[in-house]
């Protein structure tokens, strides 16, 4: 039962490299979010996506971009990575309703230099 | 858009003691809401949702949390620290959209308050 699967775990950047992160989960859900995390700010949406097909802006949209390759995948993409980029990011997912709680991957640890 | 304040970054209880912490919201509509542990390099887990069924919500691990209205609160405790809660906890208010993929919700999270237990 995996559930929401991040890759990679852990990942060291240049400034100005890009690198996609990958999430796929196995619950059928139909709605997939990406957030990342900072000490002491929470977790903060990036981007989500409301069913397959579709892709919208969160909170702190910006350096970033997705796809929702299928039901199951959701890519976040930095095309050129920035220090303010180092942070955790999580991908989460849920049938999509309000009162449904998200289920979230064990993240993905990403330092750019 | 909805807010979520969770009072006091850092709480320090002793094995046995009460746990207390704190959560207070702002919504114009009835909210649902969520408690979110977080262990150290591990993703969020859910410990519990109030989607207004009752307003005493138990939760995984002991844990419980009570809706109060009046006071836009929704408080998680547990009578007796164990030394396996010391983690960090989200508190989470579900805010719905409306968008290109039609109806959504999103989680709106507080800054998260870290749990130590000292023996």
């Known amino acids: 039962n995996a559930g929401v699967t991040q890759t990679p775990k852990f990942q060291v950047l240049k400034t100005g490299q890009s690198m996609t992160l990958q999430c796929a989960q196995d619950m059928n859900h139909n709605s997939m979010y990406w957030y990342r995390q900072d000490p002491g700010m929470g977790l903060r949406l990036i981007y989500y996506?409301?069913?397959?097909?579709?892709?919208d802006k969160g909170e702190v949209p910006n350096g970033y971009n997705v796809s929702r390759l299928n039901k199951r995948e959701f890519s976040l993409r930095l095309e050129s990575a920035a220090p303010s980029q180092t942070s955790v990011y999580f991908c989460?997912?849920?049938?999509?309703?309000?009162?449904?709680?998200?289920?979230f991957g064990d993240g993905t640890r990403l330092s750019i230099l | 858009a909805q807010s979520v304040t969770q009072l006091g970054s850092h709480v320090s209880v002793s094995e046995g003691a009460l746990v207390l912490l704190r959560c207070n919201y702002s919504s114009s509509v009835p909210p649902y809401l969520f408690w979110y542990v977080q262990y150290p390099n591990q993703g969020l887990q859910l410990l519990l949702k109030y989607t207004s069924a009752a307003t005493l919500v138990k939760g995984i691990n002991g844990f419980e949390a009570e809706f109060k209205k009046s006071e836009t609160s929704f408080h998680l405790t547990k009578p007796s620290a164990h030394m396996s809660d010391a983690a960090e906890y989200f508190c989470a208010v579900s805010d719905d959209v409306f968008n290109s993929g039609g109806s959504n919700y999103k989680l709106t999270f507080g800054k998260g308050t870290l749990l130590t237990v000292n023996p």
């Open positions: 996506s409301a069913s397959e097909g579709t892709t």
């Open positions: 989460a997912s849920s049938e999509g309703n309000s009162n449904q709680p998200q289920h």
